[in-house]
């Protein structure tokens, strides 16, 4: 089996990449299950209804997101369904725990598969996070078993990511990391799991990090306070990796960065 995960898709530039480019990718590289972080994807701020429609229909089977989950209320009418994973780790007494799952078991190819989705402590979220490590040690410890399991691990710090890997290596088939948008060189298998401090990302290649350069060139010299998050107007990048796992085995192969340029 071979498992495509699509780096952050960033605003308009990240859905025109997935529209361009994912039927190839699943053709020539035999794809047989697709997921993307899609935190980003509407305006740079969550997944809207149309959007989330919009990325179905293109191929993407599952979903992940992040941060930036919550920033439009459309989002809870998205989480209502069985295809997408919210972060696992949110307090209980948030509004943002009665929505949605922060891990998903499913049936694909014969194959029980757990996908789940976790926010490192290292994200600015006012505590709305609790501290992933515990949580996903207890999950760990109480769910059904799977034959595949996948962590998206959205993150800030590279340390933290790296404590991940060497806390849970062995424990499950893959631990990809999202959320700063550049893609690591450092893909590798420890203890029979996949692991990338980063994905990387898909969307305008000529912003930062996805976003228009505007007003954050404008706030790093300190002429304006915040800045404002749009898409870069720009060629994309597709970023993501691929898992290669054995059919009888179940045991991690293979995993590969994909780093796509338009044109």
Known sequence: ????FIGDIFGESGRRAIKNELFNIKKNMNIDLIIAN?????HGRSLSLEHYEELMKYGINYFTMGNHTWNIDEIYDVLKNNNIVRPYNIISTAKQASFGNGT???NFNNKKIRLTNLLGKSIPMDNLQTNPFIEFEKLLNNV???????VDFHCETTSEKNAFLKSFAGKL??????HTHVQTADERIINGTGYITDVGMTGGRDGVIGADSTSIVDMFFEKIERFKLASAKSKYQFNAVIL???????????????FINEN
């Open 1 to 4: 089996m071979k498992i495509l």
């Open 104 to 106: 998903i078991l499913f």
């Open 144 to 150: 059904e078993k799977s034959d595949i399991h996948i």
């Open 244 to 258: 290669s796992i054995d059919n009888k085995s179940n045991e991690l192969k293979k995993i590969e960065r994909l």
């Open 173 to 178: 088939t893959a631990i990809l990391c999202t």
């Open 38 to 42: 899609a935190e980003n994807c509407t």
